[in-house]
């Protein structure tokens, strides 16, 4: 999916930058083979464990100053089930969903919270 500048012909190149979103956040994971995955992500990547809760994993990276960066859910299948971005500010994470929404995702307001995620928005991506 393109965006609508490009969609529109004029070039993205010449649009300021916004900084709405200040870097990537955190990611499920989903696994079916939770023992093996959790090995690879503290034996062989070095991340710590933070908590468990119901049939997920929380892990953080090292000097992560957030809660998790990884949290791994056993499912049957695997795949990515959330991936988070973090705002560089509460106005500008109100801005990019609002330019979000117009666009192609659908947000939505969560239902319910992560350990440490005091603020969070939820979008559905679609693809046509």
Known sequence: MTSPQIRSGAAAATRPPLHDVAHLGHIELLTPKMCESL???????????????????????????EHHTVKLTAHETSGIR?????ASSPAASIAATRASSAVWLE??????????????????????
């Not at 919270?113 to 991506?125: D, H, I, L, N």
């Open 82 to 86: 959330r991936v988070g971005l973090r």
């Open 39 to 65: 090995w690879f992500f503290v034996e062989v990547l070095g991340m710590t464990e933070t908590c468990r809760e119901g049939n997920s994993v929380y892990l953080r990276t090292w000097d992560d100053y």
């Open 107 to 128: 947000a939505r307001n969560p239902t319910r919270r992560m350990p440490e995620v005091s603020c969070a928005v939820s979008f559905t991506v679609w693809c046509s």
